[in-house]
């Protein structure tokens, strides 16, 4: 099945995946870290872009309807990356406030 790809193939499919979900994902665990420790602005910036675009990502998937044409794994590997991403924002929101 995965013999039928060439390598630019191969290389284009796992640089998209970088770009879309790892690369906001790592961006968000970064903003999380510094906020967290170093208690500055630019993490909780951070967190709220890298949470933005995986919200964006995620509602075009949804809307695109990949949920129904790939199946229930599609469904977990477009949403498990989004939903820790809130979870952090909501985490990263209660902290401020309780620091304020």
């Known amino acids: ?7 630019k193939e191969k ?3 796992l640089l998209s995946l970088f770009v879309t979900y ?3 994902a790592i ?11 170093r208690q500055g602005a630019s993490g909780f910036v951070m967190v709220l872009v890298g949470t933005l675009v995986l919200t964006i990502i995620e509602f075009v998937v949804f809307v695109g309807g990949s949920f129904y044409a790939l199946g229930p794994w599609s ?3 477009t949403l ?5 991403a809130i979870v952090t924002m909501i985490a990263a929101l ?3 406030a309780a620091d304020s």
Do not use: E, N, Q
Request: no cysteine.
């Open 94 to 96: 209660l902290a401020r």
């Open 11 to 13: 290389l284009s499919g």
């Open 27 to 37: 961006f968000v665990a970064i903003g999380s870290y510094i906020h967290a420790v």
């Open 75 to 77: 469904a977990a590997v």
């Open 1 to 7: 099945m995965f013999s039928d790809f060439t390598v």
């Open 80 to 84: 498990l990356p989004w939903a820790s």
């Open 22 to 24: 790892i690369g906001p």
